[in-house]
């Protein structure tokens, strides 16, 4: 039976798609419509499932291991989370005092989404920027977008943004990577310069609709094959391959 990877709050195909490509696996992403990249098109590729269960609820973990199971879908080999950001980004910090005037636990409720990982007790990564995660949870290895670039070609274009997008992944987003149960953070390319300017994420990009979440959200599609070749082989023994 095909192991399953499995993608938490993920809808789009760049971060699953070194997995699909490798035939080996049962892929599957899980969103709900309440995440801040919801009601964008979803772009599809075969062999790939896409879930809408509600990763907020307490019996998250339950209901996705029923989902899986009613699929007759194989053991879980790696886990890649994508947890909403947004009540945890140190960017966002000067509305923390007004979201705690609403709900005093907040933040707990997203450290909490963010750590759902732990209860299926198999390698995982979690993604989020620069977040308050490195103190109530333990410090991440941080990556940038432009020290995986190397792995994309050299005549490299963003197949659905390329004008927002630039080639190769080459701008600047640090990002995090909490590694548990033996998985392994990819090592970028050390010795790539930093892009000059601004992120075109954010030049490019203004405004909260749908589109601008959906497209900062998006996967590095060089970062996407780096996770991909640090953690086939773990996968694949973890699920008894």
């Known amino acids: 039976m ?3 990877i499995l993608f938490l709050f993920n809808s789009s195909d760049y971060a699953p798609a070194p997995w699909i490509a490798d035939g080996r ?3 599957v992403s899980i969103d709900y419509d309440d995440t801040d990249h919801s009601g964008t098109t979803r772009a599809t590729a075969g062999n790939h499932i896409h879930l809408n269960i509600d990763l907020s609820l307490p019996d998250a973990h339950s209901a996705v291991m029923r989902h899986l199971d009613a699929l ?3 053991p879980i080999g790696f886990i890649w989370s994508f947890a909403p950001c947004t009540s945890l980004a140190v960017s966002g910090a000067g509305w923390f005092k007004s979201k705690a005037l609403v709900d005093p636990d907040f933040q707990k409720k997203a450290i909490a989404m963010a750590r759902i990982v732990e209860a299926f007790d198999c390698p995982a990564i979690v993604e989020n920027p620069v977040s308050v995660l490195a ?3 333990f410090k991440p290895v941080y990556v940038q977008p432009y020290q995986f670039g190397y792995l994309l070609g050299y005549d490299d274009t963003h197949p659905q943004f390329p004008d927002v997008i630039p080639a190769r992944d080459n701008y ?3 990002t995090g990577l909490w590694c548990v149960g033996g998985a392994v953070a990819p090592i970028g390319d050390t010795t790539a310069v930093r892009p000059a300017g601004d992120s075109p ?3 490019k990009l203004g405004g ?3 589109r601008t979440k959906y497209i900062r959200s998006l996967t590095p599609r060089g970062l996407a ?3 991909y070749h640090t953690n086939v082989s773990i996968a694949l023994r973890v699920a008894g391959w």
């Open 225 to 227: 094959i780096g996770v």
């Open 172 to 174: 600047s987003k640090k």
């Open 201 to 203: 994420l954010h030049t």
């Open 25 to 27: 696996f049962n892929v």
């Open 2 to 4: 095909k192991p399953t």
């Open 72 to 74: 007759g879908l194989g």
């Open 135 to 137: 103190s109530a949870w």
């Open 208 to 210: 909260k609709s749908a």
